[in-house]
């Protein structure tokens, strides 16, 4: 199987889909939104294709499209339809595959299902998206637990805001995760831009292999 990896949060809107878009670009991957909630805006998958210059051809059709843009067990239950976990699994592709949940680790699909027992049925590392402001100490620990009570594997952290070095050392140390990088935030946020953040914050060979 080539490489897998699964985008989530400790919250939703704090850069994941960007950061997505990064990533399958740099990999020349494709990228798999499995449950998609609000379809007014543009999508996950529309924005990956724009800010990732990904091609068509390499984004996957998501398994759940619903309109309203609340949580999935929710968006569900509003659209007359429930999402069944044997529907969500990651396509066969021949190539790096970046999956992005929706919103944070414990957001429900059903209500007995949240996205981290999907994430820990896969085995599929997960790399957590975290803010930088204040409040993310609390919400990256309490992530890494919710994932290390499922033996969800976790391939590190990507920090996405300002820098905040004192942040990012104490989660660090207290978590025993690594840091992949940090997204900046850009002030025009454009695929060429994203790009060169990208290449210029990560090292692209720390997605080549899983930290126990
Ligand atoms: N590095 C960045 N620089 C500038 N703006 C950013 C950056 N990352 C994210 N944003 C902006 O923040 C907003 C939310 O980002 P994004 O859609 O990636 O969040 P998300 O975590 O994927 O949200 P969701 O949980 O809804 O999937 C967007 O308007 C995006 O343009
Ligand atoms: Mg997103």
């Known amino acids: 199987m080539t490489a897998h990896f699964v985008v989530s949060g400790t919250d939703t809107g704090?850069?994941?889909?960007?950061?997505a878009a990064a990533l399958t670009n740099a990999l020349g991957g494709y990228y798999w939104k499995p449950v998609?909630?609000?379809?007014?805006?543009?999508t996950d998958s529309q924005t990956v294709s724009r800010?990732?210059?990904?091609?068509?051809?390499?984004i996957l059709p998501e398994a759940y499209k619903l309109s309203t843009p609340a949580s999935p067990?929710?968006?569900?239950q509003i659209d007359g339809t429930s999402i069944d976990p044997r529907r969500l699994v990651p396509p066969d592709v021949d190539g790096p595959l970046v999956i992005e949940g929706a919103g944070g680790l414990m957001v429900p699909l059903s209500e007995n299902l949240v996205f981290a027992d999907v994430f820990a049925a896969w085995q599929i590392p997960?790399?957590?998206?975290?803010?930088?402001?204040?409040?993310?100490?609390?919400?990256?620990?309490?992530s890494v637990e919710a994932m290390r009570h499922r033996a969800v594997p976790i391939l590190g952290i990507a920090f996405i805001g300002n820098e905040n070095l004192e942040t990012e050392s104490i989660i660090s140390k207290l978590s025993?995760?690594?840091s992949l990088g940090r997204l900046p935030i850009l002030t025009s946020l454009t695929a060429t831009g994203l790009s060169r953040a990208f290449h210029d914050n990560f090292d692209r060979s720390a997605f080549g292999e899983v930290s126990p």
Do not use: Y
Not at 14 to 19: A, I
């Open 73 to 76: 067990h929710l968006s569900a």
């Open 51 to 58: 800010l990732g210059g990904v091609p068509s051809e390499r």
């Open 14 to 19: 704090l850069g994941k889909t960007v950061f």
């Open 176 to 178: 025993g995760i690594r």
């Open 36 to 42: 998609q909630a609000g379809l007014d805006e543009e």
């Open 126 to 142: 997960v790399i957590l998206c975290t803010r930088t402001t204040l409040g993310t100490i609390n919400h990256t620990l309490l």
